[in-house]
């Protein structure tokens, strides 16, 4: 797909639109959220993320396939500009990770992205599946106390 952007004194040039999904991500344990993009499968993001980038396990608030994830995340970025805290990473409470979810599902709805990728939407809800099974596999492995005590024995 292609659309025109305006180039300076160049005139218009015409500029390739990138689908992607737009993420919004909880840092747990905080009121911090991330909204980022990604042309990549969102499982290798969210894995890129919590590996690098929080000192807090990351679950998935909601995502979106969009058509142009660039335009989309800089929309979302500047709705909800006077909450970013630093780079991505805004400061919400419950109502207003409402408003930001509600705002993502209208992107969604007039980008129609849940007709141009199938393949890229079934990607995403089996990563977001891995991730909550991954993360609730996590939280039940943590050595207890006694199983601690039996290891330095």
Request: net charge positive.
């Amino acid at each position: 797909m292609l659309r025109k952007v305006k180039s300076g004194k160049s005139g218009a040039k015409v500029k390739k639109l990138r689908p992607g999904t737009i993420y919004f991500i909880h840092a747990q344990g905080t009121n911090r959220y991330k909204i980022g993009l990604t042309t990549r499968p969102y499982t290798a993001r969210l894995k890129q993320l919590n590996s690098t980038q929080s000192a807090y396990p990351l679950v998935t608030v909601k995502t979106i396939l969009v058509r142009d994830v660039r335009a989309a995340e800089k929309q979302l970025h500047h709705q909800f500009a006077h909450y970013r805290r630093h780079g991505e990473w805004f400061e919400f409470n419950n109502h207003q990770v409402k408003q930001v979810c509600s705002a993502m599902s209208k992107i969604a709805g007039t980008s129609k992205s849940y007709v141009f990728k199938l393949k890229h939407l079934i990607v995403v809800l089996v990563s977001m599946v891995l991730a909550s099974f991954a993360l609730t596999h996590c939280q039940q492995s943590t050595p207890t106390t006694t199983h601690k005590q039996n290891l330095t024995r």
